[in-house]
């Protein structure tokens, strides 16, 4: 990604999110340090794209603290929204079919350049942002292994024309141009064969390698991993519960859906 980027450490004591359907989840505790690859894993419907949501500062918690970097949760969402970026969240990061890689990636660079990055860089010359902008969409498909020259039509592939690793590719690339300290990734094994699994995992593993702290959905983790599992705690949270018609898996989805547009715009 054009150099190392410094990772930050990510800690959570008793975290949990209770909505008007009941607790999406509860009682999550982790100590990670930077540069990990943190899995949140579990059976979908148990609350973990809202934790992960949680703990890049898109969904506030109800329940417990967590810590990532020096910024606390839920106090300082904000803080941690500005050194945490998204891929692949359904209704949050969703790619449009009709546009180009190429489109897509020069779009978030400008955003990037617009809104992410320091005034100061808005003042060089042109030419010398247009090369910057280059180098940083060059570093984010190196690191995401997005080669466009494999692409039906290279760069001017269209996204409804990629395969479900190569958008789960893009969507990372798309992420990374902000350099972010935290990288938060969801349904990462969804759908994928087990060689496809392999990739994303190799993937992933050589973005925490290069400092950046990744966090990732799954429904089944690594070993080598910091694992965070949402089944345990939803068993426990749907327990919890008075009464016997609050259905965890039912509510993390209706509450997840509730919170997605908001995560979106965050």
């Not at 009941?22 to 999550?28: D, L, P, Q, T, Y």
């Not at 760069?155 to 395969?163: F, N, Q």
Request: proline share 5%; with cysteine; charged share 25%.
């Amino acid at each position: 990604m054009g150099g190392t980027v410094a990772g930050v450490g990510i800690t959570a004591l008793g975290l949990g999110l209770e909505g008007p359907r009941g607790w999406a989840f509860r009682g999550v505790s982790f100590e990670a340090e930077p540069g990990s690859l943190i899995t949140i894993e579990g059976p979908s419907g148990t609350g973990r794209t809202c934790l992960l949501l949680a703990l890049t500062g898109r969904m506030k918690s109800t329940e417990g603290t967590a810590t990532v970097g020096a910024a606390g949760l839920p106090k300082r969402m904000a803080a941690v929204r500005r050194v945490s970026a998204l891929a692949h969240v359904p209704g949050v990061t969703d790619l449009d079919p009709a546009l180009t890689v190429a489109e897509h990636l020069h779009e978030r660079a400008l955003l990037q350049r617009q809104f992410g990055d320091s005034w100061r860089g808005l003042l060089r010359p042109r030419a010398e942002r247009r090369t910057d902008t280059q180098a940083r969409i060059d570093a984010a498909l190196t690191a995401a292994g997005l080669d466009r020259d494999s692409l039906p039509k290279g760069s001017r592939t269209a996204v409804r024309d990629l395969e479900r690793l190569e958008a789960l590719r893009l969507s990372v690339a798309l992420a990374l141009i902000g350099h972010p300290r935290v990288l938060g990734v969801d349904d990462t094994d969804l759908k994928l064969s087990d060689a496809e699994r392999t990739e994303v995992w190799a993937l992933l593993k050589s973005i925490t390698e290069a400092g950046t702290t990744v966090v990732a959905v799954c429904s089944e983790a690594p070993d080598d991993t910091v694992k965070v599992s949402t089944a345990q705690e939803a068993d426990a949270a749907s327990a919890s519960q008075e009464s016997p018609e609050t259905d965890g898996p039912e509510t993390d989805g209706k509450e997840a859906a509730d919170a997605l547009a908001e995560a979106g715009r965050a």
